[in-house]
């Protein structure tokens, strides 16, 4: 009999990972994601006390092989320090997560070493010891040689009497719902089904998830347990007029956005806006090399858009990206990207991190934030603990690089373009499967969950389980 072990993401959004033993003594590690905001961020006294830098709770030796729904770094963002710990086996994912996670991973290396080597120079000053990158681009790399891509649809066996098969979970590129049937020595078969992260219909560019019927245990993620978002016409439609209130107002406007997934959606809109000539700004800047490389692979793998907006594409005779946003302009390099900090208006600059905790929308504070003429858009999720959090909760300054800015630029908070599905959705995906399985709420916050499943319980009379850190169930 297969026991799950739940390790993370649970009664919180990030650092998704669950470890199963088989019965006959082999380790799959589901997920293995890396933990954001909380604690994780800013303790400079006591850098022990940073859940990435915590011990594995299993052997990294001992893990016989690994599954990854899709290359978010809050479900594959530890990979690299799990390889340098020891594990040598497979990782297996869909193609395009595979190409996702090489370019995530080796970014997510390198802002670990440059935030230790920042770190560092700051407790250098104060005779404080210095600390160590929680990994470096070598063990990224290192992951890279183990990754095994496997097609949608496709049954895989991931170690003797272990088979995966990969479903379109709709969230981004490679996103998948994770099948895993279990082979048992009385011929019997248990299914476990993990969604992943669930896509949402305002998701513009991804199919709907796929639909299942049958599992023994379902795993569903809770992000938006608790509520659904709005219509994504209407949202648009707010998206515009923010555009063009701060085309009046002679600022500029931020939008940090997730590399992969948000951006490309936000690039997607603002081009519809332009093609339909309802976008004032005179430039759009997509300041994060990572969001650029990013949108290559998107293009490549275009075939897997949701069949509307190819349409849409054709129907403009767009041959590449560049064509659908003739005013976007990249800026890879440091020197492009300080380059706009001599725009005062007329601009629309997305840019990492999606929550603020790091990346180049930091910098673009230091000359913006603090402008009343300037707005500012979430378009995702804030987790607790980050920067973005709390300036959604309105905080009214913020602290960064040791500095406080004041937060004087208009806030918007734009739920309609999650790429999580909402409570309904979830729900609504939920139902179709014939039987009830034993059903567990992961990945979202407890007061999300305790929602969702009492809305489970109204509407569906399905009693949903909520799980606390280091629970351990037989499938």
Known sequence: MALLNFLGAIQQVTGSCYLIE????????????????????NNHDDPGNNNNRSAFTFNPEHIDAVVISHAHIDHS???????????????????????????MLLDSAHIQEKDAEWENRWRARRGKRPIKPIYVSEDAERVMKQLVAVE???LTEVVEGVKVNFHDAGHIIGSAIVQLEFHEPNNSVRTLVFSGDLGSTCSPLMKAPSILKHADVLLLESTYGDRDHRCNEETLDELAKILEQAHQDGGNVM????????????????????????????????????????NAIYFRHRDDFDEENRAMLRKHNIQNADDWLPILKLTPTPDES???NKVKSGAIIVAGSGMCNGGRIIHHFKHNLWRKECHMIFTGFQARGTTGRAIVDGATTVRVFREDIMVGAQVHTLGGFSAHAGQTQLIEWASHFENHPELYLIHGELEK???LQSEFKKRLNWEANIPEQGDRIAL
């Open 338 to 340: 300080m380059a706009i």
């Open 77 to 103: 963002g530890m990979l690299p320090r799990l390889v340098a710990e020891g594990f040598r086996g497979p990782i297996y994912a869909t193609d395009a997560t595979c190409e996702l996670m090489d370019l």
């Open 152 to 154: 949608y649809e496709t």
């Open 22 to 41: 088989t019965h006959d003594k082999k380790n799959i590690l589901l997920e293995c994601g890396m933990q954001q905001g909380g604690d994780n961020e």
């Open 449 to 451: 969950m305790q929602i």
């Open 255 to 294: 939008i940090p956005a997730f590399s992969v997934g948000r951006t490309q959606d936000i690039l997607f809109h603002l081009g519809r806006f332009y093609q339909e000539g309802r976008l004032p700004q005179h430039t759009v800047y997509l300041d994060s090399p990572m969001a650029i490389r990013a």
